[in-house]
C-alpha cells in the first residue's frame, strides 16, 4: 500500500486518476482506517488530502457556507455562524462516533462512506447541500443526495473526490433538526434517522419542507410526500400524522442485527415528527 | 474445617473499614501496568490464528505446505500437533483451541502461524487450505433439544437424560422437596411463563494475550492474562504433555475477567508454537476473535410455575431450564437450577435443568454462572403475581424469605443470611416510596450466590525495614490486593502503607484455586489473616528470646509484643519493626504462611430497586434510578464493594436491555464488536446508588462474604420487572431491545400499532 500527502487539488486528482487498483482518499479516515485494520479493504494507494489549502476551511460564499472536505465534525460545532443557520446539519455530524472521532471525522467522508446509517447525509439532503467534486474533467457541482449510489457505494468516477460541501443560504423563519433512533445513548449507528428542514411564514403557516430518512432503504431517503405533508399547514397533530405515515410508507428497510422493518417503518415516522417539532421551534425562534 | 467463630464479638477494626487509595491505580490509567500484550521477549515471533468461516463443518483436510513455505514463517501447527490428553475435560479445552475433526462453530480455531511479524502470519493464514465439508448446524438451545437436530459431538449424553431429547441433550439435574401438586393445589393463582434469555458475553476490554517461550531442556515458561495461573499451568501442562513443575505461569495485570479468563484459548497454542520454532510466541486475540471464539455466558429456553395465596404466601414453586453452553458438555445449568429459589422459604419446590449443545463458542463463567436467568424467570412471575393480587413486591418477598434455618431448595439450610435485612432496608429506603411518573415503572429483585472458598496458599514475609510482603497467588480483577493487604496491616497492627501484595506465578508459591466464586478476599484473606497470626507468633518467640523470658509469658497486642501480665516481667512492648530490624540476630528472617481448603464462604444475598421510562412510540428504555443493596458480611474496602456492586448491576442492565449474542440463518455470529454487541456505555446509566449492609460471616475470622458476583444477579428481573409495570405489558424475553419492547406494546395495543 502506497500513501501518499497530496499537496493540491490538482495532485490529488493526478495521483487518485493514476491509481489502477483500489484507492482510498484520507480526510479524517475514521472510516477508511477502520475499514484498513478489518482487513475490508486492502488498497494500493491512500491518499490524505487534509494538508491542501482550503480543506479546513469554512468560508461564507452567497449567503450560505462552504465546508472544506476535512473539517472535522468539531471544528463544524464550534462555528457559530453554520450553527445558527443549519443547526440540524450540525447536530447530526456532532452524533457521529465519541469526542475523539469528533476531531478528525469529515461531512464529506460521512457521505464518501455511503453508508445508508451514515448521520450527516439525511440532514444534508434536507438541506439541500451541494458537494464540490474534483475530478480529471475538472470541478462539477452534485446535489449531495447524488452522491451515495448503495451501502458503500457512490457515484464518484475514478479520480474524483469531494473537495466541500456547499450549505445554502435560508429565508427568515427557516430551521432544521435532525434525530436518531440508537439503543444507547451515544456511540453507535442510527437504526434509523429523520433530517427535516423547514420554512415558516409570518403567520406560522409552513411554506417550504424537506424531510429525509436514513437506515431505511440503501440510500437515503428524501420523502416528498412527508414535506407536502407539512406545507401550507401550521403543523398540527393532523399533518403530523400525515408526515409520520408518509414516513412510514416511503421507508423500505430491511430486518437485520439492528432492527425490524416493522420498527424502523413506525420509529422513522415518530423520529420524523419529533425533528419537525424542534425544527418548527427553531425556526419561530428565527423571528 | 471447623467454622471459626472469631466474630462473636463485634470486633472494632482500624485498618478494615477504611477507604486507602487503590494501589493498582496510577499505574492503570497512565498506562504504566503491564497487561498481556504489553510483555515481550528477544526474538519473540507474532502469532495469528485462522477460524472456521463455518458454523458446523467436518476438516476433511488441511494443507499447510504454503504457508511454511511462505516469507517469514517460523511454524504453522494444527489439531495434528498435539496429543489427546487423558482428561475429557481438558481434550474439550484442547478442541476448543485447535479443532480436531469438526469445526464446531463460526470462528473456532482450525490452525496458527507463528512468523516474524504480523503481516507476513496474516498473509501466511491465507495460504493455509482447509478442505471443508458444511455440515447442517443448530445454535438455538429449543431447536438443539429436539429429536433429529444436527448432533455437535456424539456420546456425550449423560445417562441421566431420557431418550425424548436429541443427542446434543448431555446433562440432567433436579433438585427440590416437598409436594408441588399439594403446594399449587394451596394456591390462590398459579402463573406459568416462558421465558428466553440470549448468550452474553463478559465483555471484559482486554482481549486474551499470552507469551509463550521453551528453553532447549524442555522447560517453559508462559505470561499470560488469566484469572488462575495455576488453572492455565495445569491444562498446559497435560495438553503439551509435560510436568507441571517444567512450566511456569506468570500472570500479567488483567484488564477485566468476570469468569471468562477462568481457562485457556490461545495459551497451548502459543506453546505448541512456540516449541516447534524454537522462539518465544506472543498471541493477542482481536476483539472479534474474543466475541467470536472466547466463552460468552450460557442462552436459556425456561418454564417458571408458582403458585401464590391472595395475602402472598408462596404456596409451590417449579422451573423448567434449558441452557446451551456452546458446541461442549457444560453444567451451568445445575447453578442455575441450584440457585433459582434460593430466596425462598418454601415447603414445596423443584427445579429441573438440561444443558444442550449447539453450535456456538464453548461457554465461559460469567460472574454467577446460571444464577442470573433462572432467578429472572422466578423473580418476574413472582411480580406478576404481586401484580395479580395487589400485593407489595418487597413484602412478599420479605414474607417468604429464606432465613437461618430455611432449608433451601438445592439442599443445604441456611446459617446466617442478609436477605430479609436487605429486602427491609430496601422498603425503608427513600427511593422505594419516590413518586414515579407516568410511563414509569418501578422493579424489583432479589438475587443469590453460592460463593466459594477452596484450595489457597499465602506467605507473608516480615522485612527488616518493618515493612510486611504478603505472597499471593490470585490475580487481583477486584481489588483483592488492596484488601489482602489491609487484613494483613489489620492483623499485623501495622498501617495499610506498610504492606505490599503481590501475585506470583506458579513457581513461587503453592497451588491456589483460580480466582473464582468472590473467593479470593474470602479465602485468601482468611489465610493471610492466619499467616500474619503465624508471623506474630514468631515475632512472640524472638521478643521472649531478647526479654529472656519464656515464649508463652509473650502476647501480641495493638501492634507490639508485650510481656502477658506483671508476673511474665516488666518490659517495654516492641514493635513489629523493632523486632524485624533485630530478626537476622535472634533467629533469621520472620515469615509467616498458610494453606488451607477454605471452607465456610457463606451465600450472598442481594436486592435492586430500579427505575425506568420507557418510550411507548420507540420502545427505548431509560434507566432513570438504581439502588443494590447487598450482604458483605465485612466491608474490607467499602469503595472496591461498592465498585463491585455498581459493577455487577451495570453489566445486568446490558444483559436485561441491548446485550446479545445474534447468529444468523447461516449460524454465524452477526455483532463480533462493540459497536453491535452493545455493552451500556457511561451515559447509558444512572450513578448506581449502593448500600451495603454487614451481617457477618460466621466461617470468616473477620466475617468477610464474597461480594463478586451476586450484583449481577437481580438486575436482569428488576429490570424486566420494571418495565412490564412502566409498558402495561409483561416481557418474558431478554435483551428487552426497543423493537422487541415495541413489538410487545403494539401486540398488546393493536389499535395504537395501526396509526
Redesign the interface.
Known amino acids: 500500500m502506497r500513501f501518499e500527502v497530496a499537496t493540491s487539488v490538482a495532485d490529488a486528482v493526478r495521483l487518485l486518476a493514476a491509481e489502477p487498483g483500489t484507492a482510498r482518499v484520507l480526510a479524517g479516515g475514521t472510516d477508511v482506517l477502520v475499514q484498513l485494520r478489518?482487513?475490508m479493504v486492502e488498497p494500493a494507494l491512500v491518499v490524505d488530502i487534509k494538508r491542501i489549502a482550503g480543506m479546513r476551511d469554512i468560508v461564507a460564499e452567497a449567503g450560505g457556507f462552504r465546508i472544506g472536505a476535512a473539517v472535522s465534525g468539531a471544528e463544524l460545532g464550534e462555528h457559530a455562524g453554520v450553527r445558527a443557520m443549519w443547526p440540524g446539519v450540525v447536530e447530526a455530524m456532532e452524533l457521529i462516533g465519541s469526542t475523539q472521532v469528533q476531531g478528525r471525522a469529515t461531512l464529506a467522508g460521512n457521505l464518501c462512506n455511503a453508508s445508508p446509517a451514515a448521520d450527516s447525509v439525511p440532514a444534508m439532503v434536507a438541506a439541500e447541500a451541494v458537494a464540490r467534486v474534483a475530478g480529471p474533467d475538472g470541478e462539477r457541482d452534485v446535489p449531495v443526495a447524488a452522491i451515495p449510489s448503495g451501502p458503500g457505494r457512490t457515484t464518484l468516477a475514478r479520480g474524483e473526490f469531494i473537495t466541500s460541501i456547499f450549505l445554502p443560504a435560508r429565508p427568515a423563519r427557516s430551521s432544521d433538526a435532525y434525530l436518531r433512533?440508537i439503543?444507547?445513548?451515544?456511540?453507535?449507528?442510527a437504526?434509523c434517522s429523520a433530517g427535516v428542514s423547514l420554512t415558516l411564514g409570518a403567520d406560522g403557516t409552513c411554506t417550504a419542507a424537506r424531510v429525509a430518512l436514513g437506515a431505511v432503504a440503501p440510500t437515503v431517503v428524501l420523502v416528498p410526500e412527508a414535506g407536502a405533508a407539512l406545507v401550507g399547514t401550521t403543523l398540527g397533530t393532523e399533518a403530523l400524522?400525515a408526515l409520520a405515515a408518509a414516513c412510514a410508507a416511503a421507508a423500505k428497510p430491511i430486518d437485520?442485527?439492528?432492527?425490524?422493518v416493522?420498527?424502523r417503518k413506525?420509529?422513522a415516522g415518530?423520529l420524523a415528527r419529533r425533528a419537525t417539532i424542534i425544527a418548527a421551534e427553531r425556526a419561530r425562534a428565527e423571528a | 474445617m471447623a467454622l471459626d467463630k472469631q466474630t462473636a464479638a463485634k470486633r472494632e477494626f482500624k485498618v478494615v473499614g477504611t477507604r486507602p487509595l487503590r494501589p493498582d491505580g496510577v499505574d492503570k490509567v497512565t498506562g504504566k501496568a503491564l497487561y498481556g500484550a504489553d510483555l515481550t521477549a528477544p526474538g519473540m515471533l507474532v502469532a495469528r490464528i485462522l477460524r472456521s468461516p463455518h458454523a458446523h463443518a467436518r476438516i476433511r483436510a488441511i494443507d499447510t505446505s504454503a504457508a511454511e513455505a511462505a516469507p517469514g514463517v517460523k511454524a504453522v501447527v494444527t489439531a495434528a500437533d498435539f496429543g489427546a490428553p487423558a482428561d475429557e475435560a481438558v481434550r474439550d479445552v484442547l478442541v476448543n483451541c485447535m479443532a480436531h475433526d469438526k469445526a464446531l462453530y463460526d470462528g473456532h480455531a482450525v490452525a496458527a502461524v507463528a512468523a516474524i511479524s504480523e503481516a507476513a502470519a496474516?498473509a501466511a493464514l491465507k495460504l493455509i487450505k482447509v478442505d471443508y465439508e458444511v455440515l447442517p448446524h443448530v445454535t438455538d438451545v429449543d431447536a438443539a433439544m429436539k429429536p433429529g437436530a444436527p448432533v455437535i459431538q456424539p456420546g456425550r449424553q449423560a445417562e441421566t437424560v431420557g431418550t425424548e431429547v436429541s443427542e446434543n441433550v448431555t446433562h440432567y439435574c433436579e433438585f427440590g422437596h416437598g409436594d408441588l401438586e399439594a403446594g399449587f393445589a394451596k394456591a390462590d393463582h398459579v402463573i406459568e411463563r416462558s421465558f428466553k434469555t440470549e448468550a452474553t458475553h463478559q465483555g471484559y476490554i482486554e482481549p486474551h494475550a499470552c507469551l509463550a517461550s521453551f528453553a532447549s531442556d524442555g522447560k517453559a515458561d508462559l505470561w499470560c492474562c488469566t484469572q488462575g495461573q495455576y488453572m492455565v499451568r495445569n491444562l498446559c501442562s497435560q495438553i503439551m504433555g509435560m510436568e507441571a513443575s517444567q512450566l511456569r505461569v506468570t500472570p500479567s495485570e488483567i484488564g477485566g475477567g468476570f469468569g471468562g479468563k477462568t481457562t485457556v484459548f490461545i495459551e497451548p497454542v502459543a506453546l505448541m508454537l512456540a516449541k516447534k520454532s524454537g522462539r518465544p510466541v506472543k498471541i493477542v486475540m482481536s476483539r472479534?476473535e474474543v466475541l467470536r471464539a472466547t466463552g460468552p455466558t450460557c442462552s436459556s429456553s425456561m418454564g417458571v410455575k408458582i403458585g401464590m395465596t391472595k395475602d402472598g404466601r408462596i404456596t409451590a414453586g417449579h422451573a423448567k431450564l434449558r441452557y446451551q453452553g456452546g458446541a461442549f458438555p457444560c453444567g451451568t445449568v445445575e447453578f442455575g437450577a441450584m440457585a433459582a429459589f434460593a430466596a425462598y422459604d418454601l415447603d414445596a419446590v423443584r427445579t429441573e435443568g438440561w444443558n444442550a449443545m449447539t453450535n456456538r463458542p464453548k461457554q465461559a463463567a460469567y460472574r454467577a454462572p446460571g444464577a442470573p436467568m433462572s432467578i429472572y424467570g422466578v423473580e418476574s412471575v413472582v411480580d406478576e403475581l404481586c401484580q395479580h393480587f395487589g400485593l407489595d413486591p418487597l413484602d412478599v418477598r420479605l414474607k417468604n424469605a429464606a432465613k437461618a434455618g430455611t432449608k433451601a431448595s438445592y439442599g443445604v439450610t441456611f446459617t446466617d443470611i442478609g436477605l430479609s435485612a436487605c429486602l427491609a432496608k430496601a422498603k425503608a429506603h427513600p427511593h422505594y416510596t419516590a413518586p414515579l411518573k407516568p410511563g414509569q415503572g418501578r422493579g424489583v429483585s432479589c438475587g443469590f450466590w453460592f460463593n466459594f472458598g477452596g484450595d489457597t496458599c499465602v506467605t507473608l514475609n516480615v522485612n527488616s525495614d518493618g515493612t510486611v510482603s504478603v505472597t499471593e497467588g490470585n490475580p487481583d480483577i477486584g481489588g483483592s490486593r488492596a484488601s489482602i493487604g489491609m487484613m494483613a496491616a489489620e492483623e499485623l497492627g501495622v498501617t495499610f502503607d506498610k504492606v505490599r501484595t503481590q501475585v506470583v506465578d506458579t513457581a513461587s508459591l503453592g497451588y491456589n484455586e483460580v480466582t473464582d466464586g468472590s473467593r479470593v478476599t474470602f479465602a485468601v484473606g482468611l489465610a493471610t489473616i492466619k499467616a500474619a497470626q503465624a508471623a506474630k507468633k514468631v515475632m512472640c518467640q524472638r521478643a521472649a528470646k531478647i526479654w529472656g523470658i519464656d515464649e508463652e509469658a509473650v502476647v501480641w497486642e495493638d501492634g507490639a509484643a508485650r510481656p502477658s501480665g506483671p508476673n511474665a516481667g516488666q518490659f517495654p512492648p516492641m514493635t513489629l519493626a523493632e523486632i524485624a530490624a533485630v530478626s537476622s540476630q535472634t533467629g533469621g528472617p520472620i515469615a509467616g504462611h498458610h494453606e488451607v481448603n477454605a471452607d465456610g464462604a457463606g451465600v450472598s444475598f442481594g436486592v435492586h430497586l430500579v427505575d425506568v421510562e420507557v418510550d411507548p412510540?420507540?420502545?427505548?428504555t431509560k434507566v432513570l434510578r438504581y439502588t443494590v443493596f447487598q450482604d458483605a458480611g465485612k466491608a474490607v474496602h467499602p469503595s472496591y464493594v461498592e465498585g463491585q456492586m455498581q459493577g455487577g448491576a451495570a453489566q445486568g442492565i446490558g444483559w436485561a436491555?441491548?446485550e446479545e449474542y445474534?447468529y444468523g440463518d447461516d449460524g454465524k455470529l452477526?455483532?463480533p464488536g462493540f459497536?453491535?454487541y452493545?455493552v451500556?456505555?457511561a451515559?447509558?446509566l444512572p450513578m448506581i446508588d449502593t448500600v451495603i449492609l454487614e451481617i457477618p460471616n460466621p466461617g470468616h475470622p473477620y466475617g468477610v462474604r464474597g461480594v463478586g458476583e451476586t450484583s449481577i444477579v437481580p438486575p436482569l428481573a428488576a429490570i424486566a420487572n420494571a418495565v412490564s409495570r412502566a409498558a402495561g405489558v409483561r416481557l418474558t424475553s431478554l435483551p428487552m431491545?426497543?423493537?422487541r419492547i415495541?413489538?410487545a406494546l403494539?401486540a398488546a395495543h393493536p389499535a395504537a400499532?395501526a396509526?
Open positions: 478489518s482487513g433512533f439503543p444507547r445513548t451515544e456511540m453507535d449507528i437504526v400524522d437485520d442485527k439492528r432492527g425490524t416493522a420498527f413506525k420509529v415518530v | 496474516k472479534s412510540e420507540t420502545g427505548a436491555l441491548n445474534i452477526q455483532n459497536l453491535d452493545r451500556p456505555v451515559s447509558d431491545s426497543p423493537p415495541l413489538a403494539d400499532a396509526e
